[in-house]
Structure formats: C-alpha cells, structure tokens
C-alpha cells in the first residue's frame, strides 16, 4: 500500500508518518506544497527511524506528485489549508483511492478551545464536498495527539474513530489503522456524524489545560 | 453530605443513585415531580442495595422537598425538562448548595445521535442562566451510560469531566466522584467548555451502533 501523506511535514502528520513506517512495511510518501521540504522532511523522519533500526520506505514530493497513484490519501493539513489543498490535488485523484480527512475546525478563546465546524457541518463533510464524487472519503485521526504520535517512545493506547459512508473505504483505513501499535479503530457510522468525532479534539486540549498532570491527551472508548 | 437526585427515577439517576448509595456514606434523596413515585424508587433501590449486604440511606420526595437542605442538587431530568425543574425548585435553593447538571441536548437521524445544544450554547450554561445567581452550578456526569452505572456488577473505568466557573463547587463534585468506584473525575475548565463535554454523548451512542461488540460505553482519557 503506498500512503500519501498530504502535509505530512506539520505535526500530525510527521506522527502519522512515524507511526506508519514503523509499524507497516507500507510506502510512506510525505507531500508539501513545496518538493523540498517534503523531501527534507522525509529524509529526517528516515533517518529517526534508521536510529531505531527501523529500515523504512519514505519518500518526499509536491502534494500533487505525493498523491498520484496513492492508494490512501491523508490531508494532513490545517483546517483553513483543507479546502485549497483538495482543489489543488483533486485532479490527480481517482475513483479507487482512498481520501483520508483528519482535520478539525476550532476557535480558542480565553476559556479553552471551542468546536468551530465550517458550513458543512464538519471537516470531513467539506472534504467530502469538495473531491470528485467517486472518491471515498473517510474521517479518522481527529483526536490523536501529536505530540505523542511524533514521540516513538510513547505509548499510545488510543482509539480513533472512523466515519464515512463508503464501507469498503472505511475497511481499508481500519485495517491500516490496526497495523500501528496501540491504535484501535472504532466505527462512528456515516459522515453526518463526523461533527461529533472532530470535537473531541477541543475537549483534549481542555482537558489537558485543565486537569493536573494530563497532557498529550487521547480517547480510548469502553 | 446531603444528595439530592432530581429526577431521580429515571436511568441516569437510578445509576448515580445506586452507585453514590453503594459507595459513600452520604444520605441520597431521589427526587421526582410526583412524591409517590420517588418514594417508591427510593425504596427499590435500598432493597436492591439490601440484597448486596449495602445498608443505604435513600430516601424519595418530591422534587422541591428533595433539593431542600440538600449540600448537592444533581438535576438527573432530561434535556427537556431541565428549565422547567430548574424554575420549579430555584426558591428551594440556597447559596451554600452545589448544583450539578449532567443533561445533554440530542436529536436523532437515520445516521445516529447528534449534538443540539440549547441557545445558551449547552445545558450546562441554560442552567446556570436559570439557577439564582449566587449557586455555583457545575457540568458533570455526562457521558456515563446510564445502563453501566444502574448494573452494580458492570465495572465502570470511566471519566467523568467537570466544567464550572466556581473551583471550590468544582472540588466539592470531584470529591464525591473520586468516592464512587471506577469513576475519575477530570478538569476540562470552566462553564464555556460544556459543550465540547456534553457532545461526547452522541458519540458513545454512535460509537456503539457502529462498532461491533462495544455497547454501553464510556470513555477514558489518557
């Protein structure tokens, strides 16, 4: 399986990345708006594994380049990048892909971050608006924490949870996801009920403002 | 520490009764609009609690009855009712009682559950628009599946989230949940944070629709 990960040099997405190419013997390949830091990018995450003895297979190139023939595509990229960023790869998508939506609208203020969906009702719901109409679109890694993910030594122990309407597509980003250690994937139904899913990731943050001793906070459901 | 149970007849307040009863020395009052009915509640609970060799202290009254004197007002009623309780007990209530809400607005799709917050922004903040104001009201208890907690067998593991602008009723609440088995009470900051607290619910409930084998669910963060 050759993995796209579509901003793969900002924070969830060098943990995506990480996670991936240690614990998969899939093809990781990290894209950017620019080829060079991608390819820098990389490089740097080869290289932290190589100092694990992890032998990996990442490689770097512009967004566009990086999805062509993916077969999984994860938008890795800021909320207000999501819509400019499937405009500029949609036409290097096709209907045997899977599009991958991770991203969370939010507002802070001075109490805590806040669920701030665009119009669509969520991220995942826009994404699924904006790419062409045969491509399924799946909603995971929402609630994952970064920093945690981009640390190999840290355990996980995490849930995430998937939404989307094709069940094919959400089979195959559940299989991926149980490949990676301490992750466990959970069915949250359709894509109308992404809006649920995505505003856990405010709640972590305040949670782990707000309660001693927490921080890099995820979910784990039971 | 008097507990009154608002509502006290229905699911979530049968759990939380039954649990406060089988693992705190507090005295419980189940409340219900009808005197009768929380009478006969509270005396179905002490002998199911008699029946584990637990001697509790429930008693039943009508609503106003109940919260008077009370130290904690937990409003156990659905979202629904929750402004008309709220007008009918507020002149039996004084400033040096907490009141605890754990009520979440829902509606429902074919797809599942969705968050639907009142115009306050959630029921927390609708309750403490409504309760006179010099009596802290805290948000707790949200996502506790009502089903878990009544069954005295079912290990819970879960997290409770507490949100409220006064720290010392927010301490009060996190005393209480810390003396219940299973349950852990966390920060996740003040009133403005409800709804990202109260929203977890739906997802419990997609969450188990969609993902075999999982039912009853709670959450736990980590």
Do not use: W
């Not at 969830?12 to 991608?38: M, N, P, Q, Y």
């Not at 790869?89 to 109490?111: C, F, N, T, Y």
């Not at 849930?159 to 980003?173: E, F």
């Amino acid at each position: 399986v050759k993995i796209a990960i579509a901003g793969g040099t900002g924070d969830i997405g060098e943990g995506l990345t990480l996670r991936f190419a240690r614990d998969t013997d899939h093809r990781l390949v990290v894209g950017s708006r620019e080829a060079e830091k991608a390819q820098s990018a990389a490089s740097e995450y080869q290289s932290r594994l190589e100092t694990r003895g992890v032998e990996a297979d990442i490689s770097g190139a512009e967004n566009t380049a990086a999805v062509t023939d993916a077969d999984v595509v994860v938008l890795a990229v800021p909320p207000y990048h999501i819509g400019d960023t499937v405009v500029s790869i949609r036409d290097h998508l096709s209907g045997d892909q899977v599009v991958v939506s991770p991203a969370v609208g939010m507002r802070g203020d001075d109490d805590g971050l806040h669920y701030h969906p665009p119009g669509e009702g969520s991220v995942t719901e826009l994404v699924v608006d904006r790419v062409p109409g045969k491509i399924p679109v799946v909603g995971a890694f929402h609630n994952l924490a970064a920093g945690r993910l981009s640390d190999l030594d840290a355990e996980l122990g995490f849930d995430t949870l998937l939404v989307g309407d094709d069940a094919d597509a959400k089979a195959t980003v559940a299989s991926l996801v149980e490949e990676v250690d301490d992750l466990r994937p959970l069915d949250a139904g359709p894509h109308a009920n992404a809006a649920e899913v995505e505003s856990v990731t405010p709640l972590l943050v305040n949670v782990a403002r707000y309660s001693e001793g927490m921080h890099d906070l995820g979910v784990s459901f039971h």
